[in-house]
């Protein structure tokens, strides 16, 4: 009998489950359907799109690989890419030599703010390119040729450690954002067409 009612029950939330997901216009409207697809897509979605956002910040890192210590200057300006305008930032060595960053204005932000105020002073870079050599040069710490420090190894260190991860912190926040209050929803229409089901 118990297993009788587990099984009753499993086949009333399956059956409402697809009722919602497959929007059946007598018994839920659109919206609800709507909801529930984007649930399922989005928490499918979701380990694919920080999968791919960690790439460029993958390889190997110090002490794998050693730092280049030079002074230059930290350039910010405009790229357009079709109909957008990106703020993009390059670090050009006193040699003349230029490496495109990863990152800009919002993440090198203490950088940005100081080349504003000083746009004809040098600063002192330490850093590497990601992806063995291939990919787009880390700011691992920066400072004024005095010595002020405008982002510290520690802080990039953090900053680099959270972006490399592809199902780490920045996974669970998007969840949190987007599946979780999908499914809230979600779950609340399917109880709702299961419950009609026993009246």
Request: aromatic fraction near 16%; charged fraction near 25%.
């Amino acid at each position: 009998m118990n297993i009788k009612f587990k099984s009753t029950f499993c086949e009333q939330w399956r059956r409402a489950f697809g009722i919602v997901l497959w929007g059946d216009p007598p018994e839920v409207s659109k919206w609800k359907s709507l909801f529930l697809t984007g649930a399922v897509v989005v928490t499918i979605g979701i380990p694919f799109v920080t999968f791919y956002q960690a790439m460029p910040y993958q390889g190997q890192i110090p002490p794998e690989t050693s730092y280049a210590k030079n002074f230059g200057k930290v350039i910010f300006e405009n790229e357009k890419r079709g109909f957008k305008n990106y703020i993009v930032a390059d670090f050009i060595r006193n040699d003349g030599r230029k490496f495109r960053l990863l990152g800009n204005s919002i993440n090198l932000s203490e950088i940005k703010e100081w080349v504003d105020r000083n746009p004809d002073k040098d600063i002192y870079v330490e850093g590497f390119s990601l992806r063995n050599g291939s990919g787009l040069f880390w700011i691992a710490f920066a400072s004024t040729k005095n010595g002020y420090v405008l982002v510290s190894r520690e802080k990039r260190s953090r900053s680099l450690a959270i972006r490399r991860e592809q199902f780490g912190p920045v996974m669970w926040w998007l969840y949190a954002c987007f599946a979780a209050p999908l499914w809230l929803l979600s779950l609340n229409n399917i109880r709702k067409v299961r419950n009609s089901m026993d009246s």
